[in-house]
């Protein structure tokens, strides 16, 4: 089985632009976690996706969005970009959510 | 006070060396993960447990659910070895795929 998939990899944005990321999970799971690790802050929970509702999400503000498609695959989108919005954006997928969850490379976000 | 502490937050062996990374929790969990991050960012999952103990090769982790602690063993230490390891747990009632994780151990296995 193919892994899960993210595109694109590395992305160069300017303050106030606007981002969307992707993820294609493995075939047959329903379930898509976003995360954010900066240095910072670590990894931290953005949204899951499930069956394309949004489960559950994280202490993030409004700008940060996402969606599930009707094939599982997810997008999310940052609206006028910050700089401290720059990060490794990771996803995950399993098969409901609750067992183990397969990552993604990341799509490396530097804001300028 | 972080929900999932990791302890240490460095750690450099030789080859050979055995290795324990440890990780406390202080909420109700449904599950434990070890991670595994290289350099460039890719994250892959090690176990996931519950309850005992669990093998993989050199790899071996343990959770005490009562104590709120797991423990991650590395046998025979290679260079290979050496990444993030990252500690996370799926918090008990929440949705299961909103992972809480700890700051990561940082190891570095010396030829």
């Known amino acids: 089985k193919a892994g899960v998939t993210q595109t694109p990899r590395y992305l160069i944005k300017t303050r106030g632009q606007q981002v969307t990321l992707s993820c294609s999970p493995i075939?047959?799971?329903?379930?898509v976690s976003w995360y954010q690790q900066t240095p910072g802050q670590g990894l931290q929970f953005l949204f899951e996706?499930?069956?394309?509702?949004?489960?559950n999400k994280g202490n993030f503000p409004g700008r940060f969005s996402g969606r599930q498609f009707s094939n599982s695959r997810s997008e999310m989108n940052v609206s006028t970009l910050e700089l401290g919005d720059s990060a490794l954006y990771l996803c995950a997928s399993s098969a409901s959510g609750g067992g183990e969850q397969f990552f993604g490379p990341g799509t490396r976000l530097t804001v300028l | 006070k972080n929900e999932v502490e990791q302890s240490p937050q460095n750690l450099t062996a030789q080859e050979g060396e055995f290795i324990t990374i440890n990780c406390s929790y202080s909420v109700g969990i449904s599950a434990l993960h070890w991670l595994q991050q290289h350099p460039g960012g890719g994250i892959v999952s090690l176990f996931m447990?519950?309850?005992g103990k669990k093998k993989h090769g050199r790899l071996i982790a343990t959770i005490n659910i009562q104590e709120k602690h797991s423990s991650l063993h590395i046998t025979a230490s290679h260079p290979r070895d050496s990444a993030v390891y990252i500690c996370?747990?799926?918090?008990?009632?929440?949705?299961?795929?909103?992972?809480?994780f700890g700051k990561g151990t940082k190891l570095s296995v010396k030829p």
């Open positions: 996706y499930f069956s394309e509702t949004q489960r």
């Open positions: 447990l519950s309850s």
């Open positions: 075939s047959g799971h329903r379930s």
């Open positions: 996370a747990v799926s918090n008990y009632g929440g949705s299961q795929g909103n992972l809480i």
